[in-house]
């Protein structure tokens, strides 16, 4: 099992441009996160899906769109890119349900925004 | 509004000593309280867990020390090994609001312990 892959790794965007990260799991998971990660900030939740068609904001939501249209994908897409979106952004995923359940992350994309 | 505070932001600690990390948590509604360890380049992974029906969790050289009156609990990395660079995130969850398992971090911890 690959566990949860996110394509691409590494990318260089130019402001107001846009792109799509993609995060796929192979652990038939329920739910699926996107983080993002910032010296001193910790992981922040940008997006979340707890189901397939489902998706919810998280803690920092504003400039970016998500989609979860099958199971075992979850889209992060940036519309118009800004400097501040420079980070590093993880996927994660994990089973779900009624107990507590270990979040599965990613390698992780890294993305500036010049 | 950061809802879990972590502590030191980066520690250095000689090979053989005790790595002790904090976090303080403001929501009394938490009650699921991970640690996760991030190696550079790497995602993170859970490396232990506490719920706060416990004082104390050990796993191996891993101990959570929890504290719930005063809200605090915290890392502590026996016999420290060099392979234990990383970064460090506590978390916590709150289950019954939404059962969306989603978790807050703290701010992280790079730990680099010395040969």
């Known amino acids: 099992n690959a566990g949860v892959t996110q394509t691409p790794k590494f990318r260089v965007l130019k402001t107001g441009q846009s792109m799509t990260l993609l995060c796929a799991q192979d652990m038939n998971h329920e739910y699926m996160y996107w983080y993002r990660q910032d010296p001193g900030m910790g992981l922040r939740l940008i997006h979340y899906?707890?189901?397939?068609?489902?998706?919810a904001k998280g803690e920092v939501p504003d400039g970016y769109n998500v989609s979860r249209l099958k199971k075992q994908n979850f889209l992060l897409g940036l519309e118009s890119a800004a400097p501040s979106q420079t980070s590093v952004y993880f996927c994660?995923?994990?089973?779900?349900?009624?107990?507590?359940?270990?979040?599965?992350f990613g390698p992780g994309t890294r993305l500036t925004v010049l | 509004q950061q809802q879990v505070k972590q502590s030191p932001q980066s520690l250095i600690v000689q090979k053989g000593g005790i790595s002790i990390i904090n976090c303080a948590y403001e929501n009394t509604a938490f009650d699921y309280f991970p640690w996760y360890q991030q190696f550079p380049g790497k995602g993170p992974a859970l490396l232990i867990a506490?719920?706060?029906?416990?004082s104390e969790k050990k796993e191996g050289r891993f101990t959570i020390s929890f504290n719930k009156s005063a809200k605090q609990f915290s890392l502590h990395i026996m016999d420290s090994q060099p392979g234990d660079s990383a970064t460090y995130f506590c978390a916590a969850s709150e289950r019954h609001v939404s059962n969306t398992g989603k978790l807050i971090f703290g701010q992280g911890t790079t730990l680099q312990v010395k040969p």
């Open positions: 994660a995923s994990s089973s779900g349900g009624r107990k507590y359940n270990e979040q599965f």
């Open positions: 506490i719920r706060p029906d416990v």
């Open positions: 899906s707890v189901g397939e068609g489902t998706t």
